[in-house]
């Protein structure tokens, strides 16, 4: 089994910044692609942002240029800086990420999801 365990998120005023960190752990032989989505109330979860084992990334239009994915491989964690945060970036953020165990079989994880919240 993997567990993914998020943190970082909190309420904010429109402007600031916050990290979000993911750390997974379990019965890991390698991790793939990671990467964060948000869900706001009344909507669809949609794609953040996404980085590949070779650090390859990738973002929804909505946020480039403010939002910045990296990971620790050596930490099995997946990070999310997000700066100029605005108040339609008020969502619950879920870490995801593409796991191969130690079975050698590649299976799909979710964290619990962070809250952040925009607001002056």
């Known amino acids: 089994q993997v567990q993914l365990v998020e943190s970082g998120g909190g309420l904010v005023q429109p402007g600031g910044s916050l990290r979000l960190s993911c750390a997974a752990s379990?019965?890991?032989?390698?991790?793939?692609?990671m990467a964060w989505y948000r869900q706001a109330p009344g909507k669809q979860r949609e794609l953040v942002a996404v980085i590949s084992s070779g650090g390859t990334t990738n973002s929804a239009d909505s946020v480039k240029g403010r939002f910045t994915i990296s990971r620790d491989n050596a930490k099995n964690t997946v990070y999310l800086q997000m700066n100029s945060l605005k108040p339609e970036d008020t969502a619950v953020y879920y870490c995801?990420?593409?796991?191969?165990?130690?079975?050698?079989?590649?299976?799909?994880?979710w964290g619990q999801g962070t809250q952040v919240t925009v607001s002056s």
């Open positions: 995801n990420a593409d796991v191969r165990n130690r079975r050698g079989n590649d299976y799909d994880y």
């Open positions: 379990g019965s890991i032989l390698r991790i793939n692609a």
